[in-house]
């Protein structure tokens, strides 16, 4: 598998967004809704391509798509410190569970070395069971809780 900078790949990634939503959602949250936030966000990125956002597909040894990972440079809100965050990552269903997101991971914190940057961060559904347990298997641990509430 290797990493390649995303380029005529934006059918691909666009077409992964529902993987993102793909679990018992927050009461609060439509699953249209979240679609669509991630969906606009992700084009932003790709079209515009700002400074601070990054892009990378992983390819299967015959060179196809087989997920693909959105890293951003942001600055830590205690330290001022680079940080990494992996904004979206995703793996196609076919290669589920076949390395393809530790491999994506690995990347980011190559990246983020290469990079100076002192965290990897991330933020992740509670029911996206399947993720959790990859990224705490990968040595991720809470930081920031972020807790909701809708307003009635």
């Known amino acids: 598998m290797s990493d390649s900078m995303a380029e005529d790949d934006d059918d691909f ?13 927050p009461p609060w949250r439509k699953r249209h809704e979240c679609i669509e936030g991630i969906r606009n966000d992700l084009s932003r990125h790709l079209e515009d391509q700002p400074v601070n956002s990054f892009l990378f597909v992983a390819e299967s040894d015959e060179g196809k798509p087989v997920g693909f990972i959105h890293l951003q440079k942001t600055q830590d809100y205690f330290t001022g410190y680079n940080n990494c965050h992996i904004s979206d990552l995703a793996v196609t269903p076919t290669y589920e569970g076949q390395g393809v997101g530790r491999a994506l991971l690995e990347h980011a914190e190559t990246w983020a070395r290469e990079h100076r940057c002192q965290l990897v961060t991330l933020a992740v559904f509670p029911g996206n069971e399947r993720a959790r347990a990859l990224y705490e298997a990968s040595g991720y641990g809470a930081d920031l809780l972020r807790l909701a509430k809708p307003v009635r």
Do not use: A, M, S
């Open 13 to 25: 990634i666009l077409g992964l967004v529902p993987r993102f939503v793909n679990f018992t959602l």
